[in-house]
């Protein structure tokens, strides 16, 4: 079992940058590949990145690739999410999650991941 607790929301204008944080609790931290998703009002949860259980491999939605970044610290039970050129149409509540699959691999599929956060607001506006 692993909890997942985000942090490092918040308003920001256009053009900014936020990190998001996500800290597990457990010994297994590497056990599990880790992804973002995130939910805007009256739409649905969508996948934004993911990264292997080694950090090796990551994953991002099309929308914000060349903008975010995934990262991993496996020592400090934590992974991040940096967001640089942000867009109101960033604006959502973000989720990490954890998944259990094999080594090297990522997962885009909500359905696929084990655990997840409470989430973090993220309020970009124009």
């Known amino acids: 079992q692993v909890q997942l607790v985000e942090s490092g929301g918040g308003l920001v204008q256009a053009g900014g940058s936020l990190r998001l944080s996500c800290a597990a609790s457990g010994r297994t931290f590497s056990s599990y590949a880790m992804g973002w998703f995130r939910q805007a009002p009256g739409k649905e949860r969508e996948f934004v990145a993911a990264i292997s259980r080694g950090g090796a491999h990551t994953s991002y939605t099309d929308s914000v690739k060349g903008r975010f970044t995934i990262s991993r610290d496996n020592a400090k039970n934590t992974v991040y999410l940096q967001m640089n050129s942000l867009k109101p149409e960033d604006t959502a509540v973000y989720y990490c999650?954890?998944?259990?699959?094999?080594?090297?691999?990522?997962?885009?599929?909500?359905?696929?991941?084990?655990?997840w956060g409470q989430g973090t607001q993220v309020t970009v506006s124009s």
């Open positions: 999650a954890a998944d259990s699959i094999p080594m090297g691999a990522t997962s885009r599929k909500d359905y696929e991941y084990d655990h």
